[in-house]
RNA sequence: CGGGGAGUAGCGUAAUUGGCUAUCGCGCCUGCUUUGGGAGCAGGAGGCUGCAGGUUCAAGUCCUGUCUCCCCGACCA
């Protein structure tokens, strides 16, 4: 390929709203263009690395007894109605109407569409298990559409199902793509881990997410030096020590328009951790409580998922005065004016000779005893993680917080779908059973920002050897020289017969130019062929990673044999 | 959706209290000179100042509406 034919638009300067380093690098080496908020345009040499990615995922999926297929991005609203979520889906759900005015959803995820198309074929155990997996565009109307490609509304994803005749195969095959997407991310070249998720709307009793290690990313990981991982929306927390102390007599006291832990911790002299918080929710429009030591904050993603909601908010103050009967700041589990439903966190749990609020403006009860004093629903860990928690895995280590990307997502998603959409096989004996699933994302654009975003420095991008857009770029200092030009040719024909992408600096234009291209498109190898190098029959060999100082001089054979090595070819 | 900021050429930007033909750099085109880390000179093309109204002798600038984009909080590959 010759530089002066690609479509390859470099900027000097990337535009004010491209936010994060990945986004500036891919805009300004002429790889994507932005249309409109979170939707982007694929140049030559963005579709180049995608391809890259793809394929490496294809093959990864293909030897772990994946079968490619293509469902539509556009599906019909009645399988969505099958499975509820046209309804949890909520408004993230990219909708249309046909010229009939007939319902439809451009795809976020294909759960419904695959389920489908396997319950109509698949009605034996002899054909479980069965993988089939697929690249598409994906259609997410994000609330907040940002870093690039990163988050876009319309991104491609890889998304795989497994279908099974039990649990027990499932989790076989579960561990097999655990070992899939961990070699994808190896291949990759990613600093990654793979942590405890939350399920979120693809449902499921278990998953993982991947997230490649980046201090930009939107993610935040709990992790522990002896090897647990989770997402801090997951994070499991442990129970905190029972207070056995003698059990006090409750009383009432002045806290004058005092309503915050902090503040009614410090007016009374006790610590935030003796305090039962109390906090009002709406849990799909109904009003309930959750209790939770003073000092710790409520996961709302773990109280979602305990109560099986669609939509949780804070209760406004009209309501929560409503229920009290006392204003912000004054809630408390002790004789409320309203019964609503009261779930506790762990942690509130153990305090003994508790703060709480009085449901009174103004009051603050002391001495607050659970079971005695108050009754609650049930209790569950609701609690969000925070750094120097105890480890829930191995118990001893302490939590520390990393931050990460997430570009894949595996699921045991189990019977939810097929058992919404009746998937159904028969067993050996002829008995009908529930199909059991897995479920298995990478996002594929995002692979491709999370690298740059991992590998780069001030000069562009530093594509790893198998994604980059073209293995070498081969520079001629100046193209119309006929002793340059001939050894240009010979090596673009050397490797490229071994199925290297080359390209060549065919332009008019100054080294400098070249070089400053070459360095922002990232291209891991350049041979730079000059006329007086030449004269002694030698080319420059460069690895981008190197930098200057990596400046090999050697024979035009020996640069192509070098490249050959390290590809392996 | 709530709160904060911004829309001027492909990109980055300037324009005093409202005032003359809307500024500059990069990029683009032509020519000459250059030619190993974003060259120099000369010439040139490119704008409905987001859009629609309004105020005014006069609007990029002020007012109203609207759209878009970005940032901060709730989603997710």
Same mark, same amino acid.
């Given at each position: 390929m010759f530089f002066s034919k690609l479509y390859a638009p470099t900027l000097r300067e990337a535009p004010s709203d491209a936010d994060i380093i990945s986004a500036k690098l891919m805009i300004r080496s002429g790889m994507i263009r932005k249309v409109a908020s979170g939707l982007y345009e694929f140049l030559p040499l963005g579709l180049r690395a995608l391809r890259k990615v793809e394929n490496i995922i294809r093959e990864e999926m293909n030897a772990a007894d994946g079968q490619e297929v293509v469902l539509p991005l556009i599906f019909p609203k009645e399988l969505w109605i099958e499975t509820g979520r046209w309804n949890v889906y909520g408004k993230e759900l990219f909708r249309l109407k046909d010229r009939k005015d007939a319902e439809f959803c451009l795809a976020p995820t294909a759960?419904?569409?695959?389920?489908?198309?396997?319950?109509?074929?698949?009605?034996?155990?002899?054909?479980?298990?069965?993988?089939?997996?697929?690249?598409?565009?994906? @259609?997410?109307?994000?609330?907040?559409?940002?870093?690039?490609i990163m988050r876009a509304r319309e991104f491609l994803m890889k998304d795989g199902y497994s279908f099974h005749v039990d649990e027990a195969d499932l989790e076989r095959y579960y561990k097999k793509m655990f070992q899939a997407y961990t070699n994808i991310c190896e291949r990759c070249g990613f600093k990654f881990r793979a942590v405890e998720a939350a399920a979120g709307a693809i449902g499921g009793s278990f998953s993982h997410e991947f997230m490649v290690?980046?201090?930009?990313?939107?993610?935040?990981?709990?992790?522990?030096?002896? #090897?647990?991982?989770?997402?801090?929306? +997951?994070?499991?927390?442990?129970?905190?020590?029972?207070?056995?102390?003698?059990?006090?007599?409750?009383?009432?006291?002045?806290?004058?328009?005092?309503?915050?832990?902090?503040?009614?911790?410090?007016?009374?002299?006790?610590?935030?951790?003796?305090?039962?918080?109390?906090?009002?929710?709406?849990?799909?429009?109904?009003?309930?409580?959750?209790?939770?030591? #003073?000092? @710790?904050?409520?996961?709302?993603? +773990?109280?979602?998922?305990?109560? #099986?909601?669609?939509?949780?908010?804070?209760?406004?103050?009209?309501?929560?005065?409503?229920?009290?009967?006392?204003?912000?700041?004054f809630a408390g589990p002790v004789s409320m004016k309203k019964k609503i439903k009261v779930i506790a966190d762990l942690s509130a749990l153990n305090i003994a000779n508790a703060?709480?609020?009085?449901?009174?403006?103004?009051?603050?009860?002391?001495?607050?005893?659970?079971?005695?004093? @108050?009754?609650?629903?049930?209790?569950?860990?609701?609690?969000?993680?925070?750094?120097?928690?105890?480890?829930?895995?191995? +118990?001893?280590?302490?939590?520390?917080?990393?931050?990460?990307?997430?570009? #894949?997502?595996? @699921?045991k998603l189990g019977t939810k779908y097929s058992e919404s959409m009746n998937a159904t096989y028969l067993d050996t004996n002829g008995k009908e059973n529930l199909i059991v699933m897995g479920c298995y994302g990478i996002g594929v654009t995002r692979i491709l920002a999370a690298t740059i975003e991992q590998s780069n420095d001030e000069n562009g991008i530093i594509w790893p050897d198998n994604i980059a857009p073209f293995e070498v770029i081969i520079i001629p200092v100046n193209f119309a020289d006929e002793k340059t030009k001939e050894v240009t040719e010979k090596i673009y024909k050397d490797l490229s017969a071994k199925g290297l992408d080359v390209l060549i600096d065919d332009r008019d234009e100054r080294a400098g130019i070249k070089f400053k291209d070459a360095d922002l498109m990232g291209i891991p190898y350049r041979i730079v062929i000059g006329e007086k190098n030449l004269a002694n029959g030698n080319v420059e060999f460069k690895a981008r990673k190197d930098g200057k100082e990596g400046i090999k001089l050697m024979k035009p054979e020996e640069a192509v044999a070098e490249i050959l090595k390290i590809y392996k070819k």
């Open positions: 759960e419904e569409g695959v389920t489908d198309l396997v319950r109509k074929d698949i009605k034996s155990y002899k054909h479980l298990p069965i993988m089939l997996y697929q690249f598409g565009t994906k @259609f997410r109307d994000e609330i907040r559409p940002r870093f690039g290690l980046a201090d930009t990313g939107e993610e935040e990981i709990a992790h522990c030096e002896c #090897g647990y991982g989770a997402n801090t929306e +997951k994070a499991e927390c442990m129970t905190c020590e029972p207070d056995t102390s003698e059990k006090l007599e409750m009383e009432e006291v002045l806290t004058p328009n005092i309503g915050t832990v902090e503040e009614v911790a410090k007016f009374l002299d006790i610590s935030p951790k003796k305090f039962i918080k109390t906090m009002i929710y709406l849990a799909d429009g109904q009003p309930m409580a959750v209790l939770i030591r #003073g000092d @710790f904050e409520v996961n709302e993603i +773990k109280l979602q998922s305990f109560l #099986g909601c669609i939509e949780l908010v804070l209760a406004d103050e009209k309501t929560i005065s409503e229920i009290t009967g006392a204003p912000l700041g703060v709480t609020g009085a449901n009174k403006k103004d009051y603050h009860l002391k001495n607050v005893n659970i079971n005695r004093d @108050f009754k609650y629903d049930t209790a569950a860990d609701l609690r969000k993680i925070l750094k120097d928690d105890a480890c829930p895995k191995c +118990k001893n280590g302490k939590i520390d917080f990393a931050r990460g990307i997430e570009i #894949g997502h595996t @699921f």
